[in-house]
């Protein structure tokens, strides 16, 4: 994670905006280096990290991904973000929309659910 990087994720969560990954490597690198406090901090090396609903996520506000296999370890990182029920209805339209799944093509953001007097673009 470089340092440029580091700053400006969390100059946008200071300025009220989101921090939205692009891909599914993004959210672990960024979650790789982020305290508990959610602050991003510049590193380098491998991760290990499994992005759960348990886990949780602390520096990423959503995810722009591929639509993933029902059975892909990734839906768990998935419902970290979103939340399960969201999770859920969204693949249910993509299959009812026959939707292609991530190597074809099709993607979308994830955000996680807020109430609904949220305005759009506020933070988490």
Sequence with gaps: MPGATAWLANAARAGGGRVIAVGTTAVRALESCAGPDGVVRAAAGWTDLVVTPQRGVRAVDGLLTGLHEPAASHLLMLEAIAGAQALSCGYAEAL???Y?????GDVHLLLPAGPPES???SPR
């Excluded at 292609?100 to 074809?104: I, S, T």
């Design 100 to 104: 292609l799944w991530h190597e074809f």
């Design 119 to 121: 305005p759009v673009g």
């Design 96 to 98: 009812r929309r026959r």
